[in-house]
């Protein structure tokens, strides 16, 4: 089973019915690339057809994470454990720097939140999962082991 938050599930929403709103559009692109005929070199049918595809194949994804995914803001847990969703400020052991990270099921890939996301299935995001505030976690880095101690769950 999959944990998504709340903000994940209504994201998710929205891109399946943006794509699922893009189901016409394609296909009158597809209609009118083979109104001009000779379909083996009509690159705007290959291109419209191709995008169909992958619209398609992202959509039946989503769908299934939906179906499978349960959001974690409905269970509930203790305040001091990090768990999916929780915002977290960590402080390097090493060099005593706070930083804001946010534990995410899946990373939206905006960069100007004042959170960073970190995802369950990093080596911090699996890290952090289910530590209490004052534990000080170990986390495996490509450039090195790096510990942070738990500060604050907000």
């Known amino acids: 089973?999959?944990?998504i938050t709340r903000e994940e599930k209504d994201r998710i929403e929205q891109k399946l019915k943006d794509l699922k709103s893009r189901r016409s559009v394609i296909s009158q692109r597809i209609a009118e690339a083979r109104a001009l005929g000779d379909l083996k070199e009509n690159a705007d049918y290959h291109a419209a057809r191709e995008e169909q595809?992958?619209?398609e194949a992202e959509i039946r994804?989503?769908?299934h994470r939906l179906k499978v995914a349960k959001v974690a803001d409905d269970i509930?847990?203790?305040g001091d454990m990090v768990f999916l969703g929780s915002v977290v400020r960590l402080k390097d052991m090493e060099t005593k720097s706070e930083d804001i990270y946010k534990l995410v099921g899946e990373s939206s890939g905006q960069f100007?939140?004042?959170e960073i996301?970190?995802?369950?299935g990093s080596?911090?995001?699996e890290a952090l999962f289910k530590a209490r505030v004052g534990d000080t976690v170990k986390v495996d880095l490509p450039r090195g082991i790096k510990r942070y101690e738990i500060?604050?769950?907000k």
């Open 1 to 3: 089973m999959e944990f």
């Open 53 to 55: 595809g992958l619209d």
């Open 61 to 63: 994804r989503l769908e």
């Open 76 to 78: 509930s847990l203790p």
């Open 112 to 114: 100007d939140t004042d």
């Open 117 to 120: 996301e970190i995802t369950m």
């Open 123 to 125: 080596p911090m995001g």
């Open 151 to 153: 500060v604050e769950i």
